[in-house]
């Protein structure tokens, strides 16, 4: 049994590749493990949100993860500013965290580049917030995509550089958790590439059904198969790997048959398409907008995630005060 621990953006909505990836895992994972899920509403911070958006967006996205699968009995759920804690380690891990180090980080380039008005010092030491989340719970393992593989290894890092300072074997230094083959990859709509935020492309489980069957008739695809059995384009086959995950095997082997004997209409294909997305996302959706406005509940559920968050919290700060040496007189 892994100890594994995600922070979850506190910003944006799922769309079907977050949801048959890596939630499909996270879900799978809170079986097996010991799992901390949380959603980073203290580093949602360095893009200055309003105090409504941010409130909104926590209250958005614990609805979605909730209504998606993720359930607070079996992983702990929580706020990351509800276990404040986490801003005392991060102030800890801050004096052994160079400058030089942090500078050198491409997330933190990317974002100067994107945004040379708003170098913060929170954007800076944004891998060091990260490494707290992490080492809070002595993480054996962190589910990562390519863009946080970094940061994880920052988190190492600093692990690794506290044990050494003091020489203690205190903090355990997580490894990425690998879905390998497991990892659905979802594409977007746009003829090539994957489904993303960024990519303006996403297909998300808040989307009603008129919004879906207009993102999906709008799908590209290419001018068809002239010649039996010609390879599929890159844009058709995007359909296809999507229809693989939401229609049953035989329409979409029907389609495909169709593909190869150059019978087919993509006017069909997409609208049986969006159909069964519908199927899928449906009662996804009504158990968002239920989650979403039941307070009670979701109330009940942060409670229930604080609770036990700080408790291993709390018992990480106390070790590592002792150790540091702030010691009661
Ligand atoms: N940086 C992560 C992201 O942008 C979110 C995150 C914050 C996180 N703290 C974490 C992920 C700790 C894993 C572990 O997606």
């Known amino acids: 049994m892994e100890r594994v621990v995600s922070g979850i953006r506190s910003t944006g909505n799922l769309h079907l590749g977050n949801y048959f990836g890596a939630l499909k895992n996270f879900i799978k994972m809170q079986d097996e493990n010991e799992c901390f899920f949380f959603i980073a509403d203290y580093h949602s911070l360095t893009t200055h949100p309003t105090p409504e958006n941010l409130h909104g ?6 609805a979605e993860y909730l209504a998606a699968g993720i359930d607070p009995e079996k992983a702990t759920i929580y706020v990351q500013s509800d276990v404040p804690e986490v801003a005392e380690l991060y102030l800890l891990l801050n004096m052994n965290a160079y400058v030089g180090e942090l ?25 060091v917030l990260m490494a707290a989340d992490i080492i809070m719970h002595n993480a054996t393992k962190v589910p990562v995509g390519k863009d946080q593989e970094q940061n994880l290894e920052m988190a190492r890092k600093f692990a690794r550089r506290f044990n050494n300072m003091y020489n203690v074997e205190y903090f ?7 879905f390998g083959e497991s990892l659905i990859k979802i594409p977007g709509l746009d003829g090539s590439g994957k489904m993303g935020k960024s990519e303006g492309n ?28 010609s390879p599929v384009t890159e844009s058709v ?15 979409l082997q029907y389609f495909k048959d169709k593909y190869a004997s150059c019978e087919i209409r993509y006017g069909d294909l997409k609208k049986q398409l969006a ?19 039941d307070t009670e509940y979701l109330r009940k559920v942060v409670k229930l995630g604080e609770d036990k968050a700080r408790e291993s919290a709390a018992k990480t700060i106390k070790e590592v005060r002792e150790i540091i040496g702030f010691k009661p007189f």
């Not at 967006?57 to 614990?62: E, G, K, P, T």
């Not at 355990?172 to 690998?178: A, G, I, K, L, Q």
């Open 57 to 62: 967006n926590v209250r958005q996205v614990l």
């Open 103 to 127: 500078e050198r980080t491409t997330s933190f380039k990317d974002k100067v580049r994107k945004n040379p008005n708003n170098v913060n010092a929170g954007l800076l030491t944004y891998p």
């Open 172 to 178: 355990n230094e997580p490894e990425p958790f690998n």
């Open 202 to 229: 996403g297909i998300y489980l808040i989307d009603d059904p008129k919004v879906l069957r207009k993102k999906v008739m709008k799908a590209v695809t290419d001018s068809g198969p002239t010649e039996p059995n």
């Open 237 to 251: 086959q995007n359909l296809f790997t999507i229809m693989d995950v939401v229609s049953t095997p035989d329409t």
């Open 275 to 293: 159909e069964d997305i519908i199927k899928v996302t449906t009662p996804i959706r009504e158990r968002i907008l239920d989650i979403a406005a």
